[in-house]
């Protein structure tokens, strides 16, 4: 089992930036990728952003490309997102999750974190 827990979510206007956090803890072995989802109300929860914890960045969303940078620390099993120039349309729940690279996808997920809310006010 893989547990993981966000922080760092909040209310910013549009234009600023917000940094979230996933710690990671458990078999994180068994769970070469991690990255970053996001759902917004009344849509489906699309993938943003996702990095090895062995190698490097795996891909980005076309819609965060240039403003949202993925990191990790392997040494505090932790993965962030930095997110600059943020927009009203980036307004959703983030959700941190880990799992396999797919073929076509950069990140399939076997594991959830619980969501943090990230607001932003035009």
């Known amino acids: 089992q893989v547990q993981l827990v966000e922080s760092g979510g909040g209310l910013v206007q549009a234009g600023g930036s917000l940094r979230l956090s996933c710690a990671a803890s458990?078999?994180?072995?068994?769970?070469?990728?991690i990255g970053w989802f996001r759902q917004a109300p009344g849509k489906e929860r699309e993938f943003v952003a996702a990095i090895s914890w062995s190698a490097g960045t795996l891909g980005y969303a076309d819609s965060v490309k240039g403003r949202f940078t993925i990191s990790r620390d392997n040494a505090k099993n932790t993965v962030y997102l930095q997110m600059n120039s943020l927009k009203p349309e980036d307004t959703a729940v983030y959700y941190c999750?880990?799992?396999?690279?797919?073929?076509?996808?950069?990140?399939?997920?076997?594991?959830w974190g619980q969501g943090t809310q990230v607001t932003v006010s035009s």
């Open positions: 458990g078999r994180t072995s068994s769970t070469p990728a």
């Open positions: 999750a880990a799992g396999y690279t797919g073929v076509i996808h950069p990140l399939l997920p076997n594991y």
